[in-house]
Protein backbone atom coordinates (compact mmCIF):
# COMPACT_ATOMS: atom_id res chain seq x y z
CA UNK A 1 0.00 0.00 0.00
CA UNK A 2 1.09 3.57 -0.94
CA UNK A 3 0.75 6.55 1.10
CA UNK A 4 1.19 10.29 -0.25
CA UNK A 5 1.43 13.16 2.12
CA UNK A 6 1.57 16.43 0.61
CA UNK A 7 3.16 19.76 1.84
CA UNK A 8 4.40 23.30 1.06
CA UNK A 9 1.27 24.84 -0.28
CA UNK A 10 -0.40 27.87 1.75
CA UNK A 11 -1.02 31.36 0.77
CA UNK A 12 1.74 33.64 -1.71
CA UNK A 13 2.01 36.29 -3.67
CA UNK A 14 1.44 36.43 -6.94
CA UNK A 15 4.74 36.29 -9.13
CA UNK A 16 6.30 34.52 -6.10
CA UNK A 17 7.74 30.95 -6.91
CA UNK A 18 6.49 27.89 -4.58
CA UNK A 19 7.67 24.44 -3.99
CA UNK A 20 5.32 21.56 -3.26
CA UNK A 21 6.72 18.39 -1.63
CA UNK A 22 5.03 15.29 -1.80
CA UNK A 23 6.64 12.27 0.34
CA UNK A 24 5.65 8.19 -0.66
CA UNK A 25 5.08 5.71 1.92
CA UNK A 26 5.56 2.39 0.74
CA UNK A 27 6.48 -0.94 1.91
CA UNK A 28 8.38 -1.81 -1.17
CA UNK A 29 11.41 -0.39 -2.99
CA UNK A 30 9.09 0.18 -5.82
CA UNK A 31 9.36 3.46 -7.87
CA UNK A 32 6.44 4.99 -9.11
CA UNK A 33 5.36 7.28 -12.32
CA UNK A 34 3.97 10.43 -10.22
CA UNK A 35 1.27 12.75 -11.48
CA UNK A 36 0.15 16.51 -10.19
CA UNK A 37 -2.97 17.47 -10.24
CA UNK A 38 -5.25 20.46 -8.95
CA UNK A 39 -8.93 21.22 -8.10
CA UNK A 40 -10.04 24.89 -8.21
CA UNK A 41 -13.11 26.00 -6.50
CA UNK A 42 -15.67 25.15 -8.93
CA UNK A 43 -14.00 23.53 -11.23
CA UNK A 44 -12.87 19.59 -11.60
CA UNK A 45 -9.54 18.11 -10.95
CA UNK A 46 -7.05 18.48 -13.65
CA UNK A 47 -3.68 17.22 -14.55
CA UNK A 48 -0.83 19.47 -14.10
CA UNK A 49 2.54 17.75 -14.48
CA UNK A 50 3.90 14.10 -14.29
CA UNK A 51 7.12 12.85 -13.70
CA UNK A 52 8.52 8.84 -14.79
CA UNK A 53 9.58 6.78 -11.87
CA UNK A 54 13.48 7.59 -12.25
CA UNK A 55 12.82 11.57 -13.01
CA UNK A 56 14.03 10.58 -16.43
CA UNK A 57 10.80 11.78 -17.99
CA UNK A 58 8.39 14.93 -17.56
CA UNK A 59 5.23 15.98 -18.99
CA UNK A 60 3.21 19.09 -17.97
CA UNK A 61 -0.48 20.54 -19.21
CA UNK A 62 -0.21 23.67 -21.42
CA UNK A 63 -1.29 25.69 -18.82
CA UNK A 64 1.44 25.16 -16.50
CA UNK A 65 4.34 24.29 -18.92
CA UNK A 66 7.30 26.74 -18.47
CA UNK A 67 6.55 27.61 -14.71
CA UNK A 68 5.89 24.14 -13.23
CA UNK A 69 9.12 22.02 -12.82
CA UNK A 70 8.63 18.48 -11.23
CA UNK A 71 11.90 16.41 -9.77
CA UNK A 72 12.04 13.52 -7.37
CA UNK A 73 14.86 12.08 -5.62
CA UNK A 74 14.01 8.77 -5.09
CA UNK A 75 16.18 8.09 -1.89
CA UNK A 76 13.51 10.30 0.07
CA UNK A 77 11.38 8.67 -1.51
CA UNK A 78 10.01 12.51 -2.43
CA UNK A 79 8.37 14.40 -5.38
CA UNK A 80 9.20 18.19 -5.99
CA UNK A 81 7.18 20.72 -8.02
CA UNK A 82 8.62 23.96 -8.27
CA UNK A 83 5.98 26.85 -9.00
CA UNK A 84 7.31 29.82 -10.86
CA UNK A 85 5.68 32.92 -11.52
CA UNK A 86 2.42 32.33 -9.35
CA UNK A 87 -0.86 33.66 -10.91
CA UNK A 88 -4.31 34.19 -8.89
CA UNK A 89 -5.85 31.52 -11.25
CA UNK A 90 -3.08 28.77 -9.74
CA UNK A 91 -5.14 28.80 -6.67
CA UNK A 92 -6.35 25.63 -6.15
CA UNK A 93 -5.73 22.09 -3.88
CA UNK A 94 -2.70 20.34 -5.31
CA UNK A 95 -2.68 16.30 -5.13
CA UNK A 96 0.08 13.96 -6.11
CA UNK A 97 -0.66 10.39 -7.37
CA UNK A 98 0.89 7.57 -8.27
CA UNK A 99 0.21 6.60 -12.33
CA UNK A 100 -0.57 3.47 -13.62
CA UNK A 101 1.72 4.53 -16.70
CA UNK A 102 3.75 7.66 -17.11
CA UNK A 103 1.94 8.61 -20.39
CA UNK A 104 -1.70 7.97 -19.31
CA UNK A 105 -3.28 9.99 -16.47
CA UNK A 106 -4.68 6.92 -15.02
CA UNK A 107 -4.74 6.95 -10.80
CA UNK A 108 -3.45 4.37 -8.73
CA UNK A 109 -3.45 6.67 -5.04
CA UNK A 110 -4.02 9.69 -4.53
CA UNK A 111 -2.66 12.15 -1.59
CA UNK A 112 -4.91 14.45 0.99
CA UNK A 113 -3.70 17.84 -1.01
CA UNK A 114 -2.41 20.65 -0.23
CA UNK A 115 -4.13 23.70 -0.32
CA UNK A 116 -1.97 26.99 -2.39
CA UNK A 117 -3.90 30.51 -2.50
CA UNK A 118 -2.35 33.05 -5.01
CA UNK A 119 -3.35 36.43 -3.70
CA UNK A 120 -3.09 39.51 -6.52
Known amino acids: QVQLVESGGGLVQAGDPLRLSCAISKRTFTYYNMGWFRQAPGKEREFVAA????????RYAASVKGRFTASRDNFKNTVYPQIDSLKPEDTAVYYC?????????????WGQGTQVTVSS
Open 97 to 109: ATLRYYNENVVND
Open 51 to 58: ISWNGGST
